[in-house]
Structures are given as C-alpha cells and as structure tokens.
T-cell receptor, first 113, second 110 residues
Framework: KAGVTQTPRYLIKTRGQQVTLSCSPISGHRSVSWYQQTPGQGLQFLFEYFSETQRNKGNFPGRFSGRQFSNSRSEMNVSTLELGDSALYLC????????????FGPGTRLLVL | GQQVMQIPQYQHVQEGEDFTTYCNSSTTLSNIQWYKQRPGGHPVFLIQLVKSGEVKKQKRLTFQFGEAKKNSSLHITATQTTDVGTYFCAGPNNNNDMRFGAGTRLTVKP
C-alpha cells in the first residue's frame, strides 16, 4: 500500500505571498492531520480533517487554513506568509479520527524569504 | 491546557549502552503513542499503549505506560547506530488532537 504523499517537497516563497500544500493519504484512511515542525517549537498541531470536516484546530492564526476533499485528499493554505512560517509541514493520515495511530508523509519544506 | 513533557532533550550513548526516554503528561491520557524520526526524515509510528501499566516490547525496544496513565517510557537495550533519531511521545488532549512531546534526540557513537 502506498504511503502518504505530499507535494511539493520543497518550496521557496517571499513574505506576503500565499502557498497551498497538498497531501494524499494512505488509501482507505479517512483522517488527515497537519503539523508544523520547527527546531524551536517541535511538532505543532495545525488541524485535523475527517470526512471533509475540520474536527480540531490548533493554536495558529487564521492565515492557516485547510480543507479535505471527498477522496480524503487534503490541502492546507497559508496566506500572507511571514518569515516565521518557514518550517517543515507534515501531513499525517489515519484510518479513523484521532487518537488512532498516524502515518506521516515526507513533508513539505517551506522557506519564506 | 494539557502538555506532554519529554526528557531528556538529548542523549548521547556509546553503541551497546542502554537508552531511556521519559514522557509525562499533566493530565490522564486515554492512550500514548511513540514515534521515531530519523535525521532528515519524517516521524514513523512505533507503538500505541492504551491500558494502565501496559508494557510492550519490540525487539530491543520496551515501552511502558504508567499506572496512572500520566507517564510513559521507551527503553532501548544495547543501542545500535540504526537507533539514531528523535523519539517522540504523543497523547490526545481534551479536544482529542494529538500533542507531541519535544522529543529526545538520540545519537550513538560506534
């Protein structure tokens, strides 16, 4: 079974721009969660989607948003990028909603200049 | 809110030595999960513990869940260079989203 895939893998943007990241979960998985990973803050929960509905949202500003499609694929969007948004963005899928075990994708490394 | 604290932050061992990382929560957890992230990689699920006092083993790795379901540990016997990476614990908070510990970075000297 194919693992979680994320596109793009690397991205360079400038301040003020917006970005959309994509995640394709493992086939059959209905839950997708997004995390931001930085050296200073570790793994921070962004949000979780299950059956196209946002179940939970972490403590991030409204510039961070996401959605899930009927095929469970998910996208997250960050508008008005700031330098501090530079991070590794990880998507994780699970068969059912949290707290089922999560399977992470390779991540999208975003650099904001 | 619920926090998951993990110690130590770093651990450097000689190959063949044992290693332990500890995870503590401010609240009772319904379950706890452990993940491993190799350098340059992404977190990989290792195990989930659900029952009070539960102990599970995976080859040289031993996972424990405390009786009060507020703490957990991961012990590696006779470390190998392949054990290098960062080990994270994670538990669901009151909103049922996963909160990860800061991780313990393990380095192994051959």
């Amino acid at each position: 079974k194919a693992g979680v895939t994320q596109t793009p893998r690397y991205l360079i943007k400038t301040r003020g721009q917006q970005v959309t990241l994509s995640c394709s979960p493992i086939s059959g998985h209905r839950s997708v969660s997004w995390y931001q990973q930085t050296p200073g803050q570790g793994l921070q929960f962004l949000f979780e989607y299950f059956s196209e509905t946002q179940r939970n949202k972490g403590n991030f500003p409204g510039r961070f948003s996401g959605r899930q499609f009927s095929n469970s694929r998910s996208e997250m969007n960050v508008s008005t990028l700031e330098l501090g948004d530079s991070a590794l963005y990880l998507c994780a899928s699970s068969w059912d909603a949290t707290p089922f075990p999560q399977y992470f994708g390779p991540g999208t490394r975003l650099l904001v200049l | 809110g619920q926090q998951v604290m993990q110690i130590p932050q770093y651990q450097h061992v000689q190959e063949g030595e044992d290693f332990t990382t500890y995870c503590n929560s401010s609240t009772t957890l319904s379950n706890i999960q452990w993940y491993k992230q190799r350098p340059g990689g992404h977190p990989v699920f290792l195990i989930q513990l659900v029952k009070s006092g539960e102990v599970k083993k995976q080859k040289r790795l031993t996972f424990q869940f405390g009786e009060a379901k507020k703490n957990s540990s991961l012990h590696i016997t006779a470390t190998q260079t392949t054990d290098v990476g960062t080990y994270f614990c994670a538990g669901p908070n009151n909103n049922n989203d996963m909160r990860f510990g800061a991780g313990t970075r393990l380095t192994v000297k051959p």
